[in-house]
T-cell receptor, first 114, second 113 residues
Framework: KAGVTQTPRYLIKTRGQQVTLSCSPISGHRSVSWYQQTPGQGLQFLFE???????NKGNFPGRFSGRQFSNSRSEMNVSTLELGDSALYLC?????????????FGSGTQLSVL | AQSVAQPEDQVNVAEGNPLTVKCTYS??????LFWYVQYPNRGLQFLLK??????LVKGSYGFEAEFNKSQTSFHLKKPSALVSDSALYFC???????????FGKGTKLSVKP
């Protein structure tokens, strides 16, 4: 099986722009979560989608949004980019909504905001 | 507030020596505990998890972790470190109630030959 695929791998934007990141989970996985990773804050949870419904949301402003399609692929959008949004954005998938199930992570999208 | 702490930003170990990466948590209910590893320019990879049962959990690549309920700790251990173990290690906790996975800030492990 192919792993979790995130595109693009690298992205450079300027302040005020918006960006859309894409995540294709492992085939058959219905849950997709998004995390922001920065050196100072570690991994911060953004949101989780399961069968096209948002199940959990972290403490991020409304500029951060996401969605999941019927094929379980997910997109994350950030509007009105700020310098502090520069980070590695990681997507993770798992098969079910079970709490003890491990996550499979993609390699991430490195976003730089200038 | 629910949280996970990894008190050491970096751990340095000589190859062949035992290693310990520390993790403590503060969450409600009976937590599910995980360790993940991140190699440079890669996503995180699952190492092991504790759900219930035996307090010593064995995982991938010879790693194990010890759950201590009274000390609310879940330290990662390996009897003999390899240079290839050098990476960033994350402890994560899912609270007993519904909720997302909470990660520690990570510990950089450096194993020298």
């Amino acid at each position: 099986k192919a792993g979790v695929t995130q595109t693009p791998r690298y992205l450079i934007k300027t302040r005020g722009q918006q960006v859309t990141l894409s995540c294709s989970p492992i085939s058959g996985h219905r849950s997709v979560s998004w995390y922001q990773q920065t050196p100072g804050q570690g991994l911060q949870f953004l949101f989780e989608y399961f069968s096209e419904t948002q199940r959990n949301k972290g403490n991020f402003p409304g500029r951060f949004s996401g969605r999941q399609f019927s094929n379980s692929r997910s997109e994350m959008n950030v509007s009105t980019l700020e310098l502090g949004d520069s980070a590695l954005y990681l997507c993770a998938s798992k098969n079910t909504g079970a709490r003890d199930e491990k996550l499979f992570f993609g390699s991430g999208t490195q976003l730089s905001v200038l | 507030a629910q949280s996970v702490a990894q008190p050491e930003d970096q751990v340095n170990v000589a190859e062949g020596n035992p290693l310990t990466v520390k993790c403590t948590y503060s969450v409600s209910g009976n937590p599910y505990l995980f360790w993940y590893v991140q190699y440079p320019n890669r996503g995180l990879q699952f190492l092991l998890k504790y759900i219930t049962g035996d307090n010593l959990v064995k995982g991938s690549y010879g790693f194990e972790a010890e759950f201590n309920k009274s000390q609310t700790s879940f330290h990662l251990k390996k009897p003999s470190a390899l240079v290839s173990d050098s990476a960033l290690y994350f402890c994560a906790v899912r609270p007993g109630s519904q909720g997302n996975l909470i990660f520690g800030k990570g510990t950089k492990l450096s194993v020298k030959p």
